[in-house]
């Protein structure tokens, strides 16, 4: 079981394959062209989450994983070009809502 994922500078566009890593606790995919989420929502076992210098605008995914339990520690986001939307209303739900530390920008 798989618990940390570490693939930086990978090239990564496509995260689909996450969906199945259900035991992952702490994944970190920095500098690559991640841009959509959603396959990450069902990885309730994620605490630490690190994005950063992705294409990331939007953050409703995470809002859903913190929602279902996940997302409990920390999730970086620095060098997202994040929406306005992003970063006045998604980041403080996250933050206020789900107790998650937001490292932005």
Do not use: C, H
């Amino acid at each position: 079981n798989i618990q940390w994922l570490y693939a930086t500078d990978a090239g990564i566009s496509n995260i689909s394959a996450l969906a199945a890593g259900k035991t992952l606790s702490r994944v970190e995919l920095n500098n690559n062209s991640i841009s959509d989420l959603n396959p990450i929502t069902n990885l309730v076992n994620v605490a630490m989450l690190s994005l950063m210098s992705n294409q990331i605008t939007d953050l409703s995914a995470l809002i859903t994983l913190a929602s279902k339990g996940g997302l409990s520690d920390w999730v970086l986001l620095q060098g997202n070009p994040l929406s306005e939307f992003a970063q006045t209303n998604q980041i403080p739900i996250l933050s206020n809502t789900y107790g998650v530390t937001v490292y932005w920008p």
